[in-house]
Structure formats: C-alpha cells, structure tokens
C-alpha cells in the first residue's frame, strides 16, 4: 500500500470516530501544523525526483482537500452536538403561564388638560404654571379683591398660617399675575392646575382643576374673547355649532364680568352638548381690570385684553359622561381602568370623543 493511501485510511478512520474539539484539533495539528504530516510532505516535494514529482504533488494534493474537507464536516458536526447538548440541558417549560402586564389609564382629568392644550396651542397660547401654594398678594390682592370680598372668607378659602398670608390657591388667576410680572406684553397663555376651595359635594370637591386663559396685546376687545371661547367650544365639543350665553356676572378682576353657560340637552339618557334648551355654566370670563394691568405694571391706556377661567373637572365630567365629581380623586384603580384612556390609543392631538 502506498505511503499516501495508508495516511488516508489512518485518519479517514480516525476522523470518522466520534471526537471533541480537543482531540480534532489534535488532529488538525498532527496534519496541518508546522511540522504536520501533509505540510512535510509538501516541504520534501524538492526530493522528489522530477519526473515522479507532478503525480505525487497532485496526490498529496488530493489527500489535502479530502482531509481537510473531512474536518470541516466533523467541526460542524461538533459544533451541533454541543448546541444540541445546551438545548437539552436549559430546558425551558412552555407550559408555564406567563407574566401578566396591566398597562395604566391616563385620567380623565390629565386626558382633558392634554386636550384643552392642544387646541389653545392651535391659535398661539402657551402654558404656564403656578404653585398650588399661593400667597395672599398673588391669590387676591393683586387681583383687585379687596380685604372684605366673600372670596377670601374662611369657608372658602384653605390658609396655611395664622397670619393668612400663606393658602391654597383658590383660582388659576394667580397664574395671570406672576406672567405678567415676568415679563413684557403681548402675553398669550393658558394655566391649567390644581385649585382648592371649602367645598364638597356629588359636584364639587376641596381639590378641582381649573384652566385660565390670558390674552393681552393692543387692541383686544371682548369680541376677541367670544371668538376665542366658541372656537374652543366647538373643538372640545367636537360640534360644528354650539350655543353660547354670556350672563353679566361680577369678579373684581375683569371689568365687565360675564359667566358662559353652553347649550345642551339630554337625548337617551345621555347628555348632547351644543343643542337643546337647556344651561349649563362651564366657565368665568371677562376683560382684564384696569388696576389689575396696573399691579403689574402694565400700562392700561396701551393694552387691554380678556381672561377666562373653566374647570377642567367640569369639562371632563360632560365629555365623557362622568356625574360624580368625588370619584375623579378617590384613586380606585376599578374607576380609572373604566373612564381613563389607553395611553398608546391616541389617533388625534386630542383622541376625543371617539372612543
Ligand atoms: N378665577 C375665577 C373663578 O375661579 C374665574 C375667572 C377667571 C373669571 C378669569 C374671570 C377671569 O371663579
């Protein structure tokens, strides 16, 4: 037998054995390496004798790629075995129940403040904030409301200290003073927030929302303010026509005062905003008194403007059909898993009434 047929049948054999990669590379070596079987043979080619030599090159040439095609086959068939091996021993039960994920709800309440501000960012307001602990300057005073106005009565209003500097606010219209202290006119906001009154009831509780709008600049008449408030109406409505009602009120910090009640009516036993023969009170507005533009340092034979203050709280409860007020803050997860939103299921800015 030749030299060359007995090599191949000695590793043709052995490299059929079952092998890990230790021993393979073993064998790699043996063949392969520096001093490997195939590469000396190529290394003594020279002493062939030359007319031999073509024959033999080619025959070590052969066996060459057949072993090495022999090893690549066993190195992946090891390769296999072990990921074969790992599978078996990290065995994983599919039949175990998986995790449960609950996703929260957005509250009615953030829904309707995230609504209400996308459509006032439509024409040109932006937010501001205030802290919901005021102090009396800010909360009253410089809104024109006098020491004796039943506002600042003790049932009303939640003070922090005796000397009654110190309170909850009662309004979002503290928020009108500290922009316009800040900075210069034309001033064009909204400020929604938590606002706190002595009160509670199936539609008022100690802690509510309201949203104060503010809009200042030369020129500003209460014809802006009506278009301002139907457009807002509308959008948050989702209607195409609504009815309005302003009725002349009093607050000592707009000069003339008036309250906006909205039409509606009820139809199968669900609330239809925008039609019907009945009234309801959504919110206080009116143009911005010349003493408080003065408190401010706003010149008022220059500058005029509106200001309006809604509860959001309200707004939500005749959106989406919610009639007790006290619900909205008791925090049970059962109340927010039924009237809150699904916080990937937005289609809109304001997801609306769609849902
Ligand atoms: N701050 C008033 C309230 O809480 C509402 C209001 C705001 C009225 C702005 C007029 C202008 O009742």
Not at 103 to 132: L, N
Not at 280 to 287: A, F, N, S, T, Y
Request: hydrophobic content about 35%; aromatic content about 10%.
């Amino acid at each position: 037998m030749s030299e060359i047929k007995k090599i191949k049948d000695q590793y043709f054999s052995q490299l059929n054995k079952s092998l890990d990669q230790n021993k393979l590379n073993e064998i790699k070596t043996e063949l392969f390496g520096k001093n490997g079987i195939i590469t000396i043979k190529f290394k003594q080619l020279g002493s062939v004798p030359e007319e031999k030599r073509k024959n033999y090159a080619s025959e070590i040439n052969l066996l060459k790629n057949e072993l090495q095609e022999l090893i690549l086959k066993k190195n992946e068939e090891i390769l296999n075995q072990e990921i074969n091996k790992k599978l078996k021993n990290d065995n994983i039960d599919i039949t175990l129940p998986g995790r449960t994920y609950y996703t929260g709800k957005i509250h009615p309440v953030s829904q309707v403040i995230d609504e209400v501000t996308s459509i006032f960012s439509e024409i040109g307001f932006s937010v501001e904030e205030g802290p919901d602990i005021e102090n009396e300057y800010y909360n009253f005073s410089a809104l024109n409301t006098p020491e004796n106005h039943p506002a600042r009565d003790m049932h009303d209003t939640f003070y922090i200290n005796h000397s009654k500097d110190l309170l909850l606010r009662t309004h979002t219209s503290p928020v009108q003073i500290r922009t316009m202290l800040k900075g210069k006119p034309p001033f064009k906001i909204i400020a929604p927030g938590r606002t706190y009154r002595h009160d509670s009831d199936q539609t008022h509780s100690p802690m509510f929302h309201q949203l104060e709008g503010l809009h200042i600049d030369k020129n500003i008449n209460m014809g802006h303010l009506k278009g301002c408030l139907y457009y807002f109406v509308k959008k948050f409505f989702e209607v195409d026509k609504v009815k309005i009602r302003f009725r002349p009120s009093h607050f000592p910090f707009t000069e003339p005062s008036a309250e906006v009640d909205i039409g509606y009516k009820i139809q199968d036993g669900k609330i239809k905003i925008g039609e019907g023969d009945k009234w309801l009170e959504i919110l206080g507005c009116g143009m911005v008194h010349p003493n408080v533009l003065k408190n401010v340092k706003v010149n008022p034979k220059k500058y005029q403007g509106y200001a309006f203050g809604v509860g959001i709280d309200r707004l939500a409860m005749l959106k989406y059909g919610i009639n007790d007020l006290r619900a909205f803050f008791e925090s049970d997860i059962r109340w927010l898993e039924f009237h809150g939103f699904d916080p990937l299921d937005i289609p809109t800015n304001y997801r609306g009434l769609s849902r």
